[in-house]
């Protein structure tokens, strides 16, 4: 599929900000018989003092921005044309867990995609009991990696109410799980904990998803917006997987990447500091359209 894709975050300050320094990362990946950024640019208002692009270690491209003089509003749009093939389905090739532990000792690299980055505790996620338990519940013997990861997907998707007005952006998974309710990035951050509390590497995968309005309604424009989904590690023949728990469904098509990482903490679109008081506003609006 071949996409335009637009996106506009936009902040407005009680008092004038300044001497403002932010990373963003909206910028879709060109991933290997995946996913191909055919253009891409990223515009920023006011304009920057200073402007700065550079690779991150998981290989995302980050644009570093600094505003010295006051400003009221800051506004970041990114627009792209991407081709993103569609995932070929094969065969569940993942080992057991017991192997799987074998293999991961056995895996020697500490490159950007090595699973090792993905296990243990990360910024944004730290051990939790309760996950862990709620995660072995269905494990059953004999199970693959795939078998284990596909369940607890679908598990998070049945058990657990999206509701945007229940979390903020930081909130934990040990408090998403008790609410039991949440966005994207709860869902999958509750994945990430529990897979790891299995010995199951896991990380975060931020993107785009393609909505489609329903039967006889037309597309609301803007109505697409930054998605998150879970990457999962299952071995050395496998390799990875991807699989989105908002949704119950293997990652297609409909998804594009824009940045792997551990957690939310190393993907965040825009992170940064500046100097105000009061309150801000924040609006964001994505458009994910097929290109004629």
């Not at 009680?14 to 909206?26: K, L």
């Not at 509390?197 to 697409?224: C, K, M, N, W």
Request: negative net charge.
């Amino acid at each position: 599929m071949l996409y335009d894709l637009s996106l506009h975050m936009g902040y407005a300050y009680d008092a004038p900000a300044s001497a403002a320094r932010h990373v963003v990362r909206v910028l879709p990946l060109s991933l290997p018989d995946r996913q191909r950024l055919i253009a891409g640019a990223l515009t920023v208002t006011p304009d920057p003092e200073e402007k700065t692009s550079f690779v991150d270690f998981f290989g995302q491209q980050a644009t570093a921005i600094f505003l010295r003089n006051p400003h009221e509003r800051l506004d970041i749009r990114m627009q792209a044309r991407v081709m993103v093939e569609t995932p070929a389905l094969t065969a569940d090739l993942s080992p057991t867990l017991d192997r799987l532990a074998e293999e991961l000792s056995a895996y020697r690299s500490i490159q950007a995609a090595s699973p090792h980055h993905l296990t243990g505790e990360s910024p944004r996620l730290r051990s939790d009991l309760r996950i862990a338990a709620y995660a072995r519940e269905g494990v059953e013997p004999g199970h693959t990696v795939r078998e284990i990861a596909t369940t607890l997907c679908g598990r998070i998707h049945r058990d657990f109410t999206y509701d945007p007005q229940a979390t903020t952006v930081e909130t934990t998974p040990e408090q998403a799980f008790g609410l039991r309710r949440g966005v994207c990035q709860d869902f999958v951050h509750v994945m990430i904990v529990g897979l790891r509390s299995l010995g199951i590497p896991a990380g975060y995968v931020s993107g785009f998803l393609r909505t489609i309005a329903p039967p006889g309604q037309a597309r609301l424009e803007g109505a697409d917006a930054m998605h998150a989904w879970v990457r999962i590690w299952c071995g050395e023949t496998t390799g990875y997987i991807e699989l989105d728990p908002t949704n119950d469904i293997a990652v297609g098509s409909d998804h594009i990447v824009v940045g792997y990482g551990r957690d939310y903490a190393d993907i965040a679109p825009v992170i940064g500091v500046l100097k105000t008081f009061g309150s801000h506003r924040m609006v964001q609006s994505v458009d994910v359209v097929p290109a004629p």
